[in-house]
Nanobody, 124 residues
Framework: QLQLVESGGGLVQPGGSLTLSCAAS????????IGWFRQAPRKEREGVSC????????YYTDSVKGRFTISRDNAKNAVYLHMNSLKPEDTADYYC?????????????????WGRGTQVTVSS
């Protein structure tokens, strides 16, 4: 069973930066498409960014384009979400998820393996 572990969440002021990490044990993440999703209180879980295996093509939801970057480090078997210019509306629990090789849509229902999440709070 593929197990994912997120880290890097925390409290940050508006305009600040955080980098979230998604790590796995016993499985090689570069065989999987990886997505970052978030869920704010009383809202549905949404796709933030996804990255394919093979060609590392990416998707970003409109609200984070130009501010967030998804990347892989195959040597560390990890995927990262670099978040800059954070806004209060970015406050949410952030989850990484995986599906075999390629994603067609960066939506929660397309991903079968999930971590437990890490909390991000953007507040002054």
């Amino acid at each position: 069973q593929l197990q994912l572990v997120e880290s890097g969440g925390g409290l940050v002021q508006p305009g600040g930066s955080l980098t979230l990490s998604c790590a796995a044990s016993r499985f090689t993440l570069d065989n999987y498409a990886i997505g970052w999703f978030r869920q704010a209180p009383r809202k549905e879980r949404e796709g933030v960014s996804c990255i394919n295996s093979r060609d590392n093509s990416t998707y970003y939801t409109d609200s984070v384009k130009g501010r967030f970057t998804i990347s892989r480090d195959n040597a560390k078997n990890a995927v990262y979400l670099h978040m800059n210019s954070l806004k209060p509306e970015d406050t949410a629990d952030y989850y990484c998820a995986a599906r075999w090789q390629l994603f067609s849509l960066c939506v929660p229902s397309h991903f079968g393996y999930w971590g437990r999440g890490t909390q991000v709070t953007v507040s002054s």
